[in-house]
């Protein structure tokens, strides 16, 4: 009887061995089909292990403008067709390295306090939305409502050094001041009289609907700008002291209160496409909030002063983050300073349509 059964037995074995393998085969291949339909990839060591900006994932966080249309420089590369192009190279030099120049141990004048033109005018004033040169040529002179009077370029770059810079003015003739003007003029060869294009200049940032807040913004400042800027807002020296690896933001070596970065709005608007380092208006690191209160925390700490008794002869054209009254408005000064800002935009717009 047993060796009648054995070979059924062993045949049996065969099938349900067969069986359950193909049955496993087709589970696996089921598998894969559905995962690959799905869209996923599997996650690897390296992706888990570089950190993900946060950039492009959330709506806070998208670019703030589209690219499209916004100035470029004129490329670099030609520059040695124009027949004042050693004005031009020198003063794209003095642009980037202005303390070398003319900082504390400047090699042809000590005239200002250490910083670069280029910390506030990235890629020496070429940067989209990087506080650029685009809109200089085209638009001076103009008459400026903060001197009341009509300005050129060597004023306005002169309106940088006393400020930003919080040195003393360049003379106009110098060799350095005609080779500043001759290249934001090349910088702005292509622009038409007149236009300001898209992308020069400083991001205009959304107003909030509240006061920019300096406790807040200590916060943002501890953990996005210290690193670089260090927890005193001193920055850090180049080793051979010719200027900042990291510039300063407050403190006697930065600007001063009558510079364009003491304005909130300014600030703010930089800060949000600029900073930290390597931020850019398609890829902002910061949201609009980090940013206006990060402005209202660095502007509210020490800096040098400066005699603006005769800035806005016409009280009444002071913007509205100018934090110095008297005002024709009946804001306070601290309003001015941290805002919020709509109820005083609004109140100007009333004041001026009666
Ligand atoms: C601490 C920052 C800072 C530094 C350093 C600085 N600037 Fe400025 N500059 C500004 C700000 C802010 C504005 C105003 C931008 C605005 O209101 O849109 C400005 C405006 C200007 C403008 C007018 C731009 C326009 O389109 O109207 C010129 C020209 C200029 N700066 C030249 C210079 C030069 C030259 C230097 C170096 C000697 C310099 N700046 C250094 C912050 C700075
Ligand atoms: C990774 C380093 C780094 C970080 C982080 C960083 N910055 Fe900067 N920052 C720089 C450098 C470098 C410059 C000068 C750029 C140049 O000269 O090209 C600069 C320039 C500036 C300037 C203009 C120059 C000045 O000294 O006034 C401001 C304002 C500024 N940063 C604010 C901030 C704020 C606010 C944060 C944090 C939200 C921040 N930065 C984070 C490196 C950094």
Not at 11 to 20: C, E, I, P, S, W
Not at 340 to 346: D, M, Q, R
Request: charged content about 25%; proline content about 8%; overall charge neutral.
């Amino acid at each position: 009887m047993k060796d009648f059964f054995q070979p059924f037995v062993k045949l049996l074995t065969l099938m349900v061995g067969l069986l359950v393998t193909i049955s496993l085969l087709t589970a696996v291949l089921i598998g894969v089909v559905i995962f690959v339909f799905s869209g996923g990839s599997l996650p690897s060591l390296q992706e888990q292990a570089t950190p993900q900006l946060a950039a492009v994932e959330t709506e806070t966080y998208r670019g703030v403008v589209p690219k499209e249309g916004m100035w470029k420089a004129p490329d670099w590369s030609t520059v040695d067709q124009e027949p004042n192009a050693e004005d031009i190279k020198y003063g794209r030099e003095l642009i980037a390295n202005t303390s070398t120049y003319l900082g504390p141990n400047g090699k042809v004048k000590k005239m200002s306090n250490g910083m670069n033109c280029q910390n506030c005018h990235l890629s020496a004033g070429t940067a989209p939305l990087g506080n650029n040169y685009g809109a200089v040529a085209s638009t001076y002179p103009k008459v400026r409502a903060r001197s009341g009077q009509m300005e050129d370029i060597p004023k306005r770059i002169n309106d940088c050094f006393e400020r930003s810079l919080n040195g003393k003015p360049l003379e106009r003739n110098s060799k350095e001041m005609i080779a500043m003007v001759a290249y934001m003029e090349w910088l702005g060869k292509d622009v038409s009289k007149g236009e300001s294009p898209k992308g020069s200049g400083i991001y205009e940032l959304p107003f909030l609907d509240r006061a920019a807040d300096p406790i807040k913004g200590k916060a943002v400042y501890a953990q996005q700008c210290q690193s670089c800027h260090m927890e005193d807002g001193q920055g850090m020296m180049k080793p051979d002291k010719t200027g900042y690896t990291y510039p300063p933001l407050w403190g006697d070596n930065s600007y001063n209160q009558g510079a364009g970065l003491f304005r909130m709005s300014r600030f703010a608007g930089y800060v949000k496409t600029n900073m930290p380092l390597g931020a850019t208006f398609e890829r902002p690191m910061l949201t609009d909030e980090e940013a206006w209160d990060v402005a209202a925390y660095v502007n509210s700490m020490p800096r040098p002063g400066k005699d603006l008794s005769k800035d806005w002869p016409d009280i009444s054209k002071k913007p509205i983050d100018h934090p110095f009254g008297p005002f024709t408005d009946g804001f306070t000064e601290e309003q001015h300073k941290f805002g919020p800002f709509k109820p005083i935009v609004e109140a100007r717009a009333q004041q001026a349509s009666k």
